[in-house]
């Protein structure tokens, strides 16, 4: 009966305790500097994003003009009380109707819609409707009375169209397709801006971008930037803006922990040590070997080495028989051997120091006479 020998409990858990400390510092210390240094938002027109599609110059610029601006992704912020001040909501998201009247009733002094949804422009935007045709991206005039596009001039606009009530002020159109609208539901403002290219990091200082952006976002001192991420379970994306299913900060997470097990994996692998000449208690008899190189020089068809390695045996099993030195002369061999067998020296000194086999044939009829004499030497 075998007794197992592997680990148990505390072993395993001495053997394990060290590396897991390690993993879980090097794990805290990562998802530490990511929090320390990530924004607080993520994505296409983020006030925290310096790609093409974000809005971090717009941001800046706004700061630069004493804004205050508040970046968020949480419902929370959007829905507080929003008297004398503004609150930007992006363009995607996913919030449901609930979510939206929540909006309503936080009663901002001015709300700036970026190409809304259905949803949003009912629940905050009475009489505007998406009117189902987009712009291409060109300069357009403001055509409309609005200080805002007035001062700002000629802008790049793109993206969809709106249609508004007769109440509303509508820009950068042909008066039933408008980019821009603003219009005024009891005593607050709301801005309708279906062209949130024009205030992207790209596009920001083409024509009047800039100007357009900072006279519709920038009335308040007060500003909260809201991006609608994943508080809501409705699915009002018809833009196809839909947010992602995992959270970027979960990607984030991640990879701290690959590169957590990768700093493990090199501290803890086997590494190849220097090369050990070891001893090995093996013996290999000579006549061994001889047999080996005689069948190997027969297979490449070398007559002449397999017929010098069956002399070179035979006459090995000769010295000693007789007690010939190693470095004796042949002709004194093959006296010695004459004179102990009785057979002919001419012909005992072709056989062990004549030329190679031409054949086969040879190359075996040498081998089995070289045999015959080794026997007689040893049985005389």
Same mark, same amino acid.
């Given at each position: 009966m075998s007794t197992s020998v592997g680990r148990d409990a505390v072993e395993t858990w001495r053997a394990l305790?060290?590396?897991?400390?390690? $993993?879980?510092?090097?794990?805290?210390?990562?998802?530490g500097v990511l929090i320390a240094t990530s924004a607080r938002t993520s994505g296409p027109f983020s006030p925290d994003s310096t790609k093409s599609d974000g809005a971090r110059a717009l941001a800046a610029l706004l700061e630069?003009?004493?804004? #205050?601006?508040?970046? $968020?992704? %949480?419902?929370?912020?959007?829905?507080? %009380?929003?008297?004398?001040?503004?609150?930007?909501?992006?363009? %995607?998201?996913?919030?449901?109707?609930?979510?939206?009247?929540?909006?309503?009733?936080?009663?901002?002094?001015?709300?700036?819609?970026?190409?809304?949804?259905t949803r949003a422009l009912t629940?905050?935007?009475p009489g505007v409707s998406l009117s189902g045709d987009s712009v291409t991206s060109r300069s357009r005039e403001p055509g409309?009375?609005?200080p805002a596009a007035v001062k700002a001039g000629t802008v790049t606009v793109s993206g969809p169209t709106y249609i508004a009530p007769e109440?509303?002020? $509508?820009?950068?159109?042909?008066?039933?397709?408008?980019?821009?609208?603003?219009?005024?539901v009891g005593d607050q403002t709301v801005d309708v801006i279906g062209t949130p290219l024009s205030f992207t990091n790209d596009q920001l200082a083409d024509d009047g971008n #800039?100007?357009?952006?900072?006279?519709?976002?920038?009335?308040?001192?007060?500003?909260?930037?809201?991006?609608?991420?994943?508080?809501?379970?409705?699915?009002d994306s018809p833009d196809g803006n839909s947010p992602p299913l995992i959270p970027p900060a979960v990607r984030y997470i991640g990879w701290a922990l690959a590169f957590a097990v990768l700093v493990v994996a090199i501290w803890r692998g086997r590494r190849l040590g220097p090369v050990v000449a070891e001893r090995l208690p093996v013996i290999v008899h000579a006549a061994e070997t001889t047999e080996g190189r005689a069948r190997l020089y027969r297979r490449s068809r070398a007559r002449d080495r397999a017929a010098a390695a069956l002399r070179e045996s035979a006459l090995g099993q000769l010295h000693k028989a007789h007690g010939i030195p190693r470095r004796a002369d042949p002709s004194a061999v093959?006296?010695?051997?004459?004179?102990? $067998?009785?057979?002919?020296?001419?012909?005992?000194?072709?056989?062990?120091?004549?030329?190679?086999?031409?054949?086969?044939?040879?190359?075996?009829?040498?081998?089995?006479?070289?045999d015959v004499l080794t026997q007689e030497v040893r049985h005389p």
């Open positions: 305790r060290t590396p897991l400390l390690v $993993t879980a510092l090097v794990v805290l210390a990562a998802i630069n003009h004493n804004v #205050a601006v508040h970046s $968020t992704e %949480s419902l929370d912020d959007a829905v507080k %009380s929003g008297d004398g001040k503004a609150l930007l909501v992006g363009p %995607s998201g996913a919030l449901d109707d609930s979510d939206w009247q929540e909006i309503a009733n936080a009663r901002w002094s001015h709300l700036i819609l970026i190409r809304p949804s629940a905050l935007a409309c009375d609005l109440n509303a002020v $509508t820009c950068y159109g042909d008066g039933v397709h408008n980019t821009v609208v603003q219009l005024h #800039a100007a357009l952006a900072l006279n519709l976002i920038g009335t308040h001192q007060d500003l909260t930037w809201y991006l609608p991420q994943w508080e809501s379970t409705g699915a093959v006296a010695t051997v004459a004179a102990r $067998t009785g057979r002919d020296p001419a012909m005992l000194y072709e056989l062990l120091y004549g030329l190679p086999p031409l054949s086969d044939a040879a190359l075996m009829s040498l081998s089995q006479q070289l």
